[in-house]
């Protein structure tokens, strides 16, 4: 047998570093813009960002920090947090960023599990640092992203950041990595046990950050201004801030300051025309806007991702000349897997048809493969109506847990999530396998249940969960949330549900409650709500419900 035919092409490594270095070359005047703890608004360009970036590399490089070490990173959205970003990768290193909205115990486990040794705070973080910093005794290095005399009054040697560039030089130049190394750190949400570390590599970021820039992901170009509300250390805000560098596109960094009237005022100060947020987020600007008939004039674009996105919350930004664009993946997944980006003879449909297909997870994009498993592990077909565990796969998808814990099986990452899949590839999910509710031997979707009550027009968040039935198994009880000012009975909402599911899967309870419990990356926190409803019990109608039929 003949030995291949090898291509005659250039072989340059796909490293983190090349993003901001194009940026800085063809984009040197395109804004960054990050707004302060303080309030204060800082502007410079990409140009400035790669040269601190690389006198950040270099500073790095004469502490002594080796290759692969973890940095960990406590900070919001802002400048120094990007330029955190490439410094610390682009030296060969790996940017650990760590959620701070998280408890303390969780924050010292991360902090540990992944054997930081130094941490890069905001100044506003340090009474968590305070308690951080006893329990965490690998870590050397306690750096303040501020000027010398901005640094916080502590008992810790604090470091600042801004004497840190000092220290480095314009000379430097990024080195040649080997593309498969890691570049930085994220941990899971830990909502069934500890966090789980996933460790990216330079070329998995760099594959995703092209993808992600294309018409049917996110759809970047040199003229987007881009807000990313979710945070910098939230899988690294979906990827924007590595996407924004290839098409030069305006990058505006929020700060910890995500309430409505703050994101409102920067949308309409800086022209953002895309923003990235969780549903929670949209909700409640979506009423910020309505309660003072205010206008976006330029926002035309919503990424949503980290829950399902009700039809409802599509049409209310549909409103205000937003499209919705949903994406759906996973810490483990790089994020992107799916976007929701309509095809072709979709164009050719209603504005409702086209909204209802915008609520799906939507279709794979390049790099990236999904399947569906039953319940005795094997393959379901794509008929849009066989529901099993969705696996995937790709060239940035997690192989391992750091630092070395199988994630995939056979090739495949078993993602938690249970849904469909049909013959175009559109994706629609069903529940998280451990959030489905198992009644009198048939499944029911809480997802479903949840879509349905936040499209009764007095209902403003809700949430589905199991809880055990002396008869059923299980049963569905409903939480839900009203809009201000408004009143509605139990029995009101029960019938809202009459005609739109299977009547044996209508709740057979509900609790209207003041708020519901959040992670700290603003998704819903069912584990919170089962812990919270522990000592519930049914009223004696849904104890003695007859069997309907199915």
């Given at each position: 047998m003949s030995a291949p035919l090898f291509g005659?092409?250039?072989?340059?490594?796909?490293?983190?570093?090349?993003?901001?270095?194009?940026?800085?070359?063809?984009?040197?005047?395109?804004?960054?813009?990050?707004?302060?703890?303080?309030?204060?608004?800082?502007?410079?360009?990409?140009?400035?960002?790669?040269?601190?970036?690389?006198?950040?590399?270099?500073?790095?490089?004469?502490?002594?920090?080796?290759?692969?070490?973890?940095?960990?990173?406590?900070?919001?959205?802002?400048?120094?947090?990007?330029?955190?970003?490439?410094?610390?990768?682009?030296?060969?290193?790996?940017?650990h960023t760590v959620n701070p909205r998280l408890h303390l115990e969780q924050i010292v486990f991360i902090v540990n599990d992944a054997q930081d040794t130094?941490?890069?705070?905001?100044?506003?973080?340090?009474?968590?640092?305070?308690?951080?910093?006893?329990?965490?005794?690998?870590?050397?290095?306690?750096?303040?992203?501020?000027?010398?005399?901005?640094?916080?009054?502590?008992?810790?040697?604090?470091?600042?950041?801004?004497?840190?560039?000092?220290?480095?030089?314009?000379?430097?130049?990024?080195?040649?990595?080997?593309?498969?190394?890691?570049?930085?750190?994220?941990y899971t949400s830990g909502t069934t046990g500890n966090p789980k570390g996933v460790l990216y590599s330079h070329r998995a970021t760099v594959l995703h950050s092209i993808v992600a820039c294309l018409p049917d992901a996110n759809a970047l170009d040199a003229a987007t201004v881009v807000l990313p509300i979710v945070p910098m250390f939230h899988v690294n805000a979906w990827g924007l801030p590595y996407a924004s560098c290839i098409v030069g596109a305006k990058l505006v960094l929020p700060g910890p300051r995500l309430d409505p009237a703050s994101l409102y005022e920067l949308i309409e100060t800086e022209r953002a025309t895309l923003a990235a947020a969780v549903p929670t987020v949209w909700i409640g600007l979506l009423e910020y806007l309505e309660a003072g008939e205010r206008p976006l004039h330029s926002l035309r674009r919503a990424l949503i991702g980290g829950a399902a996105v009700p039809v409802t919350l599509i049409r209310a930004l549909a409103r205000h000349g937003i499209e919705v664009r949903q994406g759906w993946g996973m810490t483990e997944t790089g994020p992107l897997v799916t976007t929701s980006a309509p095809l072709a003879r979709h164009l050719e449909l209603s504005t409702a048809e086209r909204q209802e297909i915008s609520a799906q997870q939507g279709r794979p994009l390049f790099g990236t493969e999904l399947a569906l498993l039953g319940p005795e592990g094997e393959q379901l077909p794509f008929d849009g109506q066989s529901m099993g565990q969705v696996m995937v796969r790709g060239h940035w998808i997690a192989e391992r847990y750091f630092p070395d814990i199988p994630a995939a099986v056979d090739g495949w990452l078993p993602t938690g999530d249970i849904g469909t899949l049909d013959t175009e590839g559109f994706l629609q999910l069903r529940d998280r396998a451990k959030d489905l509710?198992?009644?009198?031997?048939?499944?029911?979707?809480?997802?479903?249940?949840?879509?349905?009550?936040?499209?009764?027009?007095?209902?403003?968040?809700?949430?589905?969960?199991?809880?055990?039935?002396?008869?059923?198994?299980?049963?569905?009880l409903l939480l839900a949330v009203l809009k201000p000012g408004q009143i509605l009975a139990r029995?009101?909402?029960?019938?809202?549900?009459?005609?739109?599911?299977?009547?044996?899967?209508?709740?057979?309870?509900?609790?209207?409650?003041?708020?519901?419990?959040?992670?700290?990356?603003?998704?819903?926190?069912?584990?919170k709500l089962r812990e919270l409803l522990g000592d519930y019990c049914w009223p004696e109608s849904a104890r003695t419900r007859e069997p309907v039929s199915r």
């Open positions: 005659q092409m250039m072989t340059l490594p796909l490293q983190v570093s090349s993003l901001i270095t194009h940026a800085a070359r063809w984009h040197g005047d395109r804004p960054i813009v990050s707004r302060l703890a303080d309030g204060r608004v800082h502007r410079y360009g990409y140009r400035e960002c790669e040269r601190r970036s690389r006198r950040l590399a270099r500073a790095l490089q004469r502490q002594g920090v080796e290759p692969g070490e973890r940095l960990a990173t406590l900070a919001w959205n802002s400048f120094r947090h990007l330029e955190l970003y490439f410094g610390i990768a682009g030296a060969g290193a790996v940017c130094w941490v890069f705070f905001d100044a506003n973080l340090a009474p968590l640092i305070e308690a951080l910093a006893p329990r965490c005794p690998r870590v050397r290095r306690w750096v303040c992203l501020c000027a010398p005399e901005e640094r916080p009054a502590s008992q810790l040697a604090i470091e600042s950041y801004e004497a840190m560039l000092e220290a480095g030089d314009d000379d430097f130049r990024w080195p040649a990595l080997d593309e498969r190394t890691a570049c930085s750190l994220c509710i198992k009644s009198g031997g048939e499944w029911i979707s809480s997802i479903d249940l949840e879509s349905i009550a936040v499209a009764h027009p007095a209902v403003q968040h809700a949430a589905c969960i199991a809880r055990p039935h002396p008869r059923w198994g299980e049963r569905p029995e009101q909402l029960l019938a809202h549900f009459e005609g739109k599911i299977a009547r044996w899967a209508i709740p057979d309870d509900v609790l209207f409650v003041t708020e519901l419990p959040l992670t700290a990356t603003g998704k819903l926190n069912k584990l």
